[in-house]
């Protein structure tokens, strides 16, 4: 079975500074990552998400994570942060999106920006 | 059109009642999903759907009852629901190439 554990429940940070929010997975067969966001009262924006190819991974809003296959990471980065960013964020693992697979998440950061 | 559409929005029901949420998605993706998502947790599977068919179940309880009336369509049917099941209800589609989709959800209160 997959799973992914997200270390932080919580994390603060202060506007314009860099933050890395960690995420390790366990699968015995290829692993598909993803992160989303949840702002308030609202459904799940897709991030970025690991499919196949390079480990570097860009996505929307400034964000990027690097798939570490040997210390089986997916770390969300971003060097400066917005007041904007402050959401709930998820990190979620599949087997194969394209067919009838489940996606599991992770428990969830809780990103809190501040001036 | 990239977009999983969910209404309504908003819904508040007795526990007597019967509602249908709505989902649609014209991405051409033929895996559908419904994921319920209590307050500060994450979404938990409740079905998926695979080319119109029902895929998995999550021994969710038979008060809720999907349907996937076309490769377009997911609806999700409830009847006799308990306060508990207060939440809210997420869709989402998928294609290998792009991953997963989900909607804004619908936000079901019972009473």
């Known amino acids: 079975a997959q799973s992914v554990t997200q270390l932080d429940s919580q994390v603060p940070v202060f506007e314009e500074a860099p933050v890395e929010l960690r995420c390790n997975y366990s699968s015995s067969v290829s692993v598909y990552l993803f992160w989303y966001v949840q702002y308030p009262n609202q459904g799940l924006q897709l991030l970025l998400k690991y499919l196949s190819g390079s480990t570097l991974v860009k996505g929307i809003n400034g964000f990027e994570a690097e798939f570490n296959k040997s210390q089986t990471s997916f770390h969300l980065r971003k060097p400066s942060v917005h007041i904007s960013d402050t959401a709930e964020y998820f990190c979620a693992v599949s087997d194969l999106p394209g067919t009838a697979s489940k996606l599991t998440f992770g428990t969830g950061t809780r990103l809190q920006v501040t001036l | ?111």
């Not at chain 2, 979404?43 to 021994?59: A, G, H, Q, R, W």
């Open chain 2, 1 to 111: 059109d990239t977009e999983v559409t969910q209404t309504p929005k908003h819904l508040v029901m007795g526990m007597t009642n019967k509602k249908s949420l709505k989902c649609e998605q014209h991405m051409g993706h033929r895996a559908m999903y419904w994921y319920k998502q209590k307050a500060k947790k994450p979404p938990e599977l409740m079905f998926v759907y695979s080319y119109e068919k029902l895929s998995i179940n999550e021994s969710v309880p038979s008060r809720f009852s999907p349907e996937c009336p076309n490769s377009s369509l997911l609806n999700l049917h409830l009847h006799a629901l308990q306060p508990e099941d207060s939440a809210l209800y997420l869709c989402a589609s998928s294609h290998s190439l792009y991953g997963y989709t989900f909607g804004s959800g619908t936000r079901l209160t019972v009473v």
